[in-house]
């Protein structure tokens, strides 16, 4: 489903291109799970915005499911992200104006559609948020926000998510929980999962775990 030849990635710093990633080919499953980790800065990140098409690459081509996003101007690669890919971040990226609920509808309105309000109220009941709709990041506890980016991270019903540390500032109970709510719905859904992560526990409940430091 999803396929990197040839890629190759380097940033500038003070005149200086620095290499980051050189993946030769790598290809991931419809609905596996993969973890990917590696040390802070060795370029977990930077993958996943190469998949999700936030950055291209110097070279090659990244396809998923047949589409090369290298090829799409940059419209078209937001638009094929918002329809096929949920991105999940440590940090969340709640907006503190809009409640649990408009945050999740805004990410449906990326798509250009308008936003599915019964599939949303779906998605607040089968993570628990049902009585925290109206309620503003401000409002709700950290592993409350964690769920509401998780639910807009699904609400496109995506084919592919991605996730950079989704767990990273929880307590070990809670991120066991987001985490079994993520795996949970990517298995009853068949979603393919690629996870950014430093925790090898969690790295060790998915499919795959890729070393990043192979592709330097």
């Known amino acids: 489903m999803i396929r990197l030849s040839q890629v190759r990635k380097t940033f500038q710093r003070e005149g200086v291109a620095l290499p980051v ?5 790598l290809q991931i499953l ?3 799970r993969v973890a990917l980790v590696g040390a802070s800065g060795s370029g977990k990140t930077t993958l996943l915005n190469l998949v ?9 081509s990244i396809e998923i499911d047949g589409t090369d996003i290298c090829q799409l101007s940059e419209h078209a690669r ?3 992200r918002a329809d096929n890919c949920g991105c999940m971040f ?5 907006l503190d104006g809009f409640s649990a609920l408009e945050n999740i509808e805004l990410g449906a309105s990326f798509t250009g559609r308008k936003p599915d309000r019964e599939h949303v109220l779906e998605l607040l009941e089968s993570l628990g948020l049902s009585d925290r709709a ?3 990041p401000s409002q709700l506890s950290v592993g409350q926000q964690a ?5 807009r991270a699904l609400v496109n019903r995506p084919k592919v998510v991605l996730a950079d540390e989704p767990t990273g500032a929880l307590d070990p109970q809670t991120s066991d929980s987001i985490f079994d709510l993520l795996l949970t719905t990517a298995e009853n859904e068949s979603i393919t999962v690629i996870c950014a992560t430093h925790n090898e526990s969690l790295a060790s409940r998915l499919d795959r775990t890729l070393r990043v430091e192979d592709w330097k």
Do not use: C
Request: hydrophobic fraction near 40%; aromatic fraction near 10%.
């Open 30 to 32: 419809a609905g596996e």
């Open 134 to 136: 109206e309620h503003y």
């Open 147 to 151: 769920r509401v980016a998780l639910a």
């Open 90 to 94: 440590q940090s969340f990226h709640l």
């Open 52 to 60: 999700s098409g936030l950055v291209l690459p110097e070279s090659g």
């Open 78 to 80: 937001d638009r094929f």
């Open 21 to 25: 990633l050189s993946i030769d080919e």
